[in-house]
């Protein structure tokens, strides 16, 4: 792979900008692994807490447009101390950048957790203060919140920390800029979407615990603009998530601001998509004459003046 893709975020070298999202590959290291080696471009687990849990009931996600699903899993997840073999075995096995993502019983419990996977050897931590259909819901709906559960992390481990937040906001403008005061060293936007499917035919909610987040095809506009409101606002790299399926959606990411992108329901069409993502963007770089696709971050802003700002009335 040339190195037309490469790029750092906090000191950590990533090959290209491809990233597994967190909770499409449940825990297994063997997914990883095999995920490493179709070469993409780092990795987040699934959310992992302090005890098992084994979330809501089936049914938990349903796919309710081509490419676009439903999930309420209830941060299911094995618990960190059945977890520590996991990351350690994937971090012996191949040299992919590991970022777990982590939630615990508030904002020392999520530190707890974030040390002990440091101890255990991934590269860097993603809170998750913004699953819609768990307790950590609202973290990332206020201010104060994001900055306490940021900063405790924060000064807990020596390891990069990315703040994940909720896109279930009217202006998230204010959340980021209190995850980067307090000490974030990336924004992953956007988690799920609050959203809720009902059969037509009983009106019964579909899922189990009815509300859920949706995810995939139809959330990438809204992962975009996201992208884009924060982009001017704050320094660190964002990362953009949400929809994410070819290279021209990767390129739409990075134009509204985002340094890399985090892919999950696109994992269901299997991970060919990771080449074709990766060599769709190498060949547009070379056509267009760009030595590295970070030269074109941002540049959905420079039309700003272009674009209109009120409506225009009848003559
Ligand atoms: C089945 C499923 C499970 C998920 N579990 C988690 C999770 O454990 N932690 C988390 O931060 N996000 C979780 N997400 C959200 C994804 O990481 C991502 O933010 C979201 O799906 C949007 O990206 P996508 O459209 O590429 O799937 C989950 C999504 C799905 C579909």
Redesign the pocket.
């Known amino acids: 792979m040339s190195k037309k893709l490469e790029f750092e975020i906090a000191g950590i070298k990533f090959p290209n900008p491809t990233i597994l999202?967190?909770?499409?590959l449940g825990v297994a290291p063997s997914s990883m692994i095999r995920l490493s080696k179709a070469g993409i471009g780092g990795m987040?687990t699934?959310?992992v807490g302090p005890r098992p849990r084994i979330g809501y009931s089936n049914p938990s996600?349903i796919e309710i447009d081509d490419g676009t699903?439903l999930?309420s899993?209830g941060?299911a997840?094995p618990g960190i101390e059945a977890f520590i073999p996991e990351i350690q075995e994937i971090k012996h096995t191949v040299s992919s950048p590991l970022i777990v993502?982590v939630f615990g019983d508030g904002p020392e419990g999520f530190a707890e957790i974030a040390k002990k996977a440091e101890q255990a050897g991934c590269d860097a931590i993603?809170i998750?203060i913004?699953?819609p259909h768990a307790e950590v819901a609202s973290i990332s709906l206020s201010v104060k919140l994001t900055k306490e559960f940021t900063r405790t992390v924060k000064e807990a481990v020596n390891i990069p920390v990315f703040a994940?937040l909720t896109p279930n906001i009217a202006d998230i403008v204010p959340i980021a800029k209190a995850a980067e005061e307090a000490g974030a060293d990336a924004i992953?936007v956007?988690?799920?979407v609050r959203a809720l499917a009902l059969d037509y035919k009983t009106g019964r909610p579909l899922l189990s615990h009815g509300v859920g987040?949706l995810?995939?095809?139809a959330?990438?506009p809204i992962?975009v603009r996201v992208v884009y409101e924060i982009f001017p606002h704050i320094k660190i790299p964002i990362i953009g998530?949400?929809?994410?399926y070819t290279w021209k959606d990767v390129l739409e990411y990075v134009y509204a601001g985002a340094t890399a992108v985090?892919?999950?329901?696109?994992f269901a069409e299997g991970s060919d998509i990771i080449n074709s993502i990766t060599s769709g963007l190498e060949n547009f770089l070379e056509e267009n004459q760009i030595n590295n696709l970070q030269e074109l971050r941002g540049k959905a802003h420079t039309f700003k003046d272009q674009l209109e700002a009120k409506p225009k009335e009848c003559q």
Do not use: F, P
């Open positions: 999202a967190s909770g499409i987040t699934k959310t996600i699903y999930n899993v941060l997840n993502s993603e998750n913004s699953c994940k992953v956007i988690n799920t987040g995810s995939g095809k959330v990438r992962g998530c949400g929809g994410v985090q892919i999950g329901s696109a």
